[in-house]
């Protein structure tokens, strides 16, 4: 007597499906688990014996073997319980084979048959809807898996004997209905709060409107982590294939607990102290690291020559390549990474470089020996470098900026609306929406100057020695300078002009003087 139920791995965001296959034969009793399991699968017998048994039904005095096929991939997690639980049913004459061949199974079961919330359910369920199979999962992510369309059939059950009962017909589940998850941990700053700073602010939404990265260096109190902090709230809200990305990716992660699709931008700000796998990705089971769950969202380094160097230089691929590839000798994993770092620094370890009255007795020495910590190529990808001076006691004294961020949310908004027109125009690939995204011949195409503009570019590039790809970052720069003037004065702006040239240059000045 043998059965088969369909169930998936995760390779990353990759999904790739296990046939769970139940043998019961002759033979002293025994309860065995192949196919390359981890602790956890390997635990699962003892789980799915104590739910039958909860449920009165007895396991066959035989010897019972589960074949987790492929055998040569390693299975991780404990959503393996209820296909090897229905598998063993199934054996046992207990349910139909032949029904559940159609159908992809995840979910943890508990000592007493209750049906248990598990990972990765929004992509399984839309292998499952891309392979013409129903999804069996628990109720607590019935709400996550609905996402993966109207025509996909959801079984999500609360319990072992509500499921038996649904699949023998005795009752009947309802389907369950696609929730929303509400936004969660960080609440962004409103622009209106932070006083002072226009240049910053300025720079904020220039960053915002093209997705450039920046990078902010002042003296401790100054106001960076709070501009960083207003980011997400002046960024526009997530498309619905966004949303559909950032979800996969907080699944995986374990994130969803409610089981809603995301609606608003990540915004993470790991400590100095973490790790390269927690920053990039990695561990023993590969898991997604900060990078991959700060996609289409923000990543915040704050003190960033305290993070350690390998994780700085880390950073380069994924900013290149907006993707996190983990290499191990038995798998290479991706995750997505498409996201706009945001990074803050003191000037020196005291932090009042430049200030007479506070500096310490080592400056400028401690300012160049701190900030050589950040290598050149890190530097190099940051579009935007400012300076956040001390805030004056003028500006903390005065009013609140009547300008707030709902007010910055909709002029960005229409600036990321004229990017995205412009590049379905030229048949841009569907990932590149931004100016920051561009690349090669695509940028080309959107960075015509005009022969003044071309000639001071060229002239500051070779006075400050700027790289091919902290020249091609200008150009993305002055783009973006170039809508937001076009939205501001309600005119179209193809050819970048000489004062946006300026201006992006002007925001490498720190690291760049020319």
């Known amino acids: 007597m043998v059965a088969s139920i369909n169930t998936v791995s995760f390779q990353g965001i990759d999904v790739h499906p296990?046939?769970?296959?139940?043998?019961?034969?002759?033979?002293?009793?025994?309860?065995?688990?192949?196919?390359?399991?981890?602790?956890?699968?390997?635990?699962?017998?003892?789980?799915?014996?104590?739910?039958?048994?909860?449920?009165?039904?007895?396991?066959?005095?035989?010897?019972?073997?589960?074949?987790?096929?492929?055998?040569?991939?390693?299975?991780?997690?404990?959503?393996?319980?209820?296909?090897?639980?229905?598998?063993?049913?199934?054996?046992?004459?207990?349910?139909?084979?032949?029904?559940?061949?159609?159908?992809?199974?995840?979910?943890?079961?508990?000592?007493?048959?209750?049906?248990?919330?598990?990972?990765?359910?929004l992509p399984a369920a839309i292998y499952a809807a891309g392979n013409d199979n129903a999804l069996i999962c628990p109720s607590d992510c019935g709400g996550e898996a609905a996402w993966a369309g109207d025509h996909l059939s959801i079984i999500a059950a609360t319990n072992l004997l509500e499921l038996i009962n649904h699949i023998r017909g005795q009752a009947t589940l309802p389907r369950p209905s696609p929730k929303l998850q509400e936004q969660q941990g960080h609440k962004p700053t409103d622009l209106s709060d932070i006083k002072g700073q226009e240049s910053a602010k300025r720079a904020l939404e220039l960053a915002a409107s093209g997705g450039h990265n920046m990078l902010m260096i002042g003296p401790p109190g100054s106001g960076k982590s709070m501009l960083a902090s207003a980011l997400p709230g002046i960024l526009p809200p997530l498309s619905a294939r966004e949303a559909l990305e950032v979800s996969m990716i907080q699944s995986l992660a374990g994130n969803l607990p409610e089981?809603?699709?995301?609606?608003?931008?990540?915004?993470?700000?790991?400590?100095?102290?973490?790790?390269?796998?927690?920053?990039?990705?990695?561990?023993?089971?590969?898991?997604?690291?900060?990078?991959?769950?700060?996609?289409?969202?923000?990543?915040?380094?704050?003190?960033?020559?305290?993070?350690?160097?390998s994780s700085l230089e880390a950073l380069r691929q994924p900013l290149e390549t907006r993707q996190a590839l983990i290499a191990r000798a038995n798998q290479h994993v991706r995750y997505p990474a498409r996201f706009q770092l945001i990074a803050a620094m003191n000037p020196c370890r005291c932090g009042h470089l430049g200030t007479n009255e506070m500096e310490c007795t080592k400056a400028p020495r401690c300012g160049s020996d701190y900030q050589s910590k950040i290598s050149g190529p890190?530097?190099?990808?940051?579009?935007?470098?400012?300076?956040?001076?001390?805030?004056?006691?003028?500006?903390?004294?005065?009013?609140?900026?009547?300008?707030?961020?709902?007010?910055?949310?909709?002029?960005?908004?229409?600036?990321?609306?004229?990017?995205?027109?412009?590049?379905?125009?030229?048949?841009?690939?569907?990932?590149?929406?931004?100016?920051?995204?561009?690349?090669?011949?695509?940028?080309?195409?959107?960075?015509?100057?005009?022969?003044?503009?071309?000639?001071?570019l060229n002239r500051a590039a070779t006075q400050a020695k700027l790289s091919a790809r902290g020249y091609h970052r200008m150009l993305k720069l002055a783009r973006t300078i170039a809508d937001m003037q076009s939205i501001a004065e309600n005119r179209t702006i193809e050819v970048i002009e000489k004062k946006q040239i300026a201006e992006a240059l002007s925001y490498r000045r720190l690291i760049l003087p020319i």
Do not use: C
Request: proline share 7%.
């Open 259 to 309: 089981g809603g699709l995301v609606k608003t931008r990540p915004f993470r700000d790991p400590h100095h102290s973490a790790s390269l796998p927690a920053l990039i990705g990695g561990g023993h089971k590969v898991r997604p690291g900060e990078i991959s769950l700060a996609h289409n969202g923000v990543l915040f380094l704050d003190e960033l020559p305290e993070f350690s160097r």
């Open 378 to 456: 890190v530097l190099d990808r940051m579009d935007i470098q400012i300076d956040v001076p001390a805030i004056s006691i003028a500006d903390l004294s005065a009013p609140k900026s009547p300008e707030t961020s709902e007010v910055v949310r909709a002029r960005i908004q229409a600036v990321h609306t004229l990017q995205n027109k412009r590049f379905k125009a030229l048949n841009a690939p569907e990932h590149i929406s931004l100016n920051a995204h561009a690349d090669g011949a695509l940028l080309e195409k959107i960075t015509a100057l005009e022969p003044q503009a071309a000639e001071l």
């Open 18 to 121: 296990v046939d769970v296959q139940v043998q019961i034969s002759n033979g002293l009793p025994a309860f065995t688990i192949v196919g390359l399991p981890d602790k956890a699968v390997a635990e699962s017998k003892e789980r799915v014996r104590a739910a039958l048994h909860a449920l009165g039904i007895s396991m066959p005095p035989k010897r019972l073997t589960i074949n987790l096929a492929p055998a040569d991939i390693s299975k991780e997690g404990s959503h393996y319980d209820l296909p090897i639980a229905l598998g063993v049913l199934a054996a046992m004459d207990v349910l139909p084979k032949e029904e559940l061949r159609k159908m992809t199974v995840l979910g943890e079961l508990s000592l007493d048959a209750t049906i248990r919330a598990v990972t990765g359910i």
